[in-house]
C-alpha cells in the first residue's frame, strides 16, 4: 500500500515540476522579420506583447506588430553594428517610452537601461538571463531565455561573427561558454550564413561524407535558423576545435592547441 501511496506522491510531484517549469515559456510564440541582405530580427511575444531583438532597421518590423496587433513591450540589442540598431531611432518614435536594452557600446543607438553579465531583465513576466558573449564585439552579449537563445553575432549556423585578430581568445572563450549549455537550446543567431560557413566545413575536411550531405540538404534552402546546440556540434567547424580529425588534418603532428586551431581556422575565414 504504501508504494501505491509514494507512486501517486511521485506523480504529483512530477505533473507539478512540469507545470511549474512551462508556466513561464508555454505562451513565447518567437516570429522573424528578414532585413538587409540576411539578417534576421527577432520578435518574442506572449500574449499580445513583444520584444524586438536587434532590429537592424523599422519599416517591416512595425508593419508586422501592427499586423499582429501586438504591442511592443521592449527592444533587445546584442552589439552597437548598424545592422542590428538602425531601426531603434525610428521605432521609438512611435514608443517613446520603453525600454531598450544592451550593452554599453550601444549607447549612441538609443539604449537606456545598460545590461551585464549574469543580468536578469524580466519582460512580459518572462526570465531572460544577459551573457557576456565578446568576440565579434568587445561588449557584444547575448540573451538566453530558455530554451532560446538570442546570441546576435557570436555563434552562428556553421560558424561564428567575424572575429578581429586582437579579439579572437574573446571568441573562443565565449563559443566555449554557450558550447556548455544544454544540448537542445535553440539558437537564434542574427545572420542566414550557413551554406557559406559548411562550404568553409567541407574545404577543411574534403573527404567528410556528413558535411557533404548536409551541405546539399541546406543548398536550396531559404531559412537553416533557428539552429539546435547540439547539432552545431557536429556540423559547425568552430565548435569542433578540439577534435583530433580536424586538428590532425591540418597539424599532422598535433602540435598546436586548441585555441591555436581556433585562431587559424578564423583567420582563415576572416579572409576568405
Ligand atoms: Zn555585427
Avoid at 554599453?104 to 543607438?109: C, R
Avoid at 540573451?143 to 546570441?151: D, L, M, Q, S
Avoid at 567528410?208 to 531559404?222: A, G, V
Amino acid at each position: 500500500m504504501i508504494y501505491i501511496y509514494i507512486l501517486i506522491l511521485m506523480y504529483i510531484y512530477i505533473y507539478l515540476c512540469l507545470k511549474l517549469s512551462s508556466k513561464q515559456f508555454r505562451c513565447i510564440m518567437i516570429f522573424y522579420v528578414r532585413s538587409l541582405k540576411n539578417n534576421y530580427i527577432w520578435i518574442l511575444s506572449k500574449k499580445e506583447n513583444c520584444i524586438i531583438v536587434d532590429p537592424g532597421e523599422s519599416f517591416n518590423v512595425l508593419n508586422f506588430i501592427k499586423k499582429k496587433k501586438l504591442i511592443l513591450n521592449a527592444i533587445l540589442l546584442t552589439h552597437y553594428h548598424q545592422d542590428h540598431v538602425f531601426g531603434v531611432k525610428d521605432i521609438i518614435l512611435l514608443y517613446p517610452n520603453i525600454p531598450i536594452y544592451g550593452p554599453i557600446e550601444t549607447k549612441k543607438s538609443g539604449t537606456n537601461t545598460y545590461v551585464f553579465n549574469n543580468d536578469i531583465i524580466n519582460i512580459m513576466n518572462v526570465n531572460i538571463l544577459v551573457l557576456h558573449t565578446p568576440g565579434h564585439t568587445k561588449g557584444h552579449v547575448s540573451y538566453f531565455v530558455k530554451p532560446y537563445f538570442f546570441c546576435g553575432d557570436t555563434l552562428f549556423s556553421g560558424g561564428c561573427g567575424y572575429t578581429k585578430y586582437e579579439n579572437l581568445l574573446d571568441m573562443f572563450n565565449s563559443l566555449k561558454l554557450i558550447s556548455q549549455l544544454q544540448n537542445n537550446t535553440a539558437i537564434f543567431c542574427s545572420h542566414e550564413y550557413t551554406k557559406s560557413n559548411i562550404e568553409f566545413f567541407c574545404s577543411i575536411l574534403k573527404k567528410n561524407k556528413t558535411l557533404k550531405k548536409y551541405l546539399k540538404f541546406i543548398e536550396n534552402k531559404k531559412r537553416t535558423i533557428p539552429t539546435i546546440l547540439k547539432k552545431e556540434k557536429t556540423i559547425n567547424i568552430f565548435l569542433c576545435t578540439y577534435k583530433r580529425e580536424i586538428k590532425k588534418n591540418i597539424f599532422p603532428k598535433l602540435n598546436v592547441s586548441t585555441f591555436d586551431l581556433f585562431r587559424y581556422l578564423r583567420i582563415k575565414k576572416n579572409n576568405k
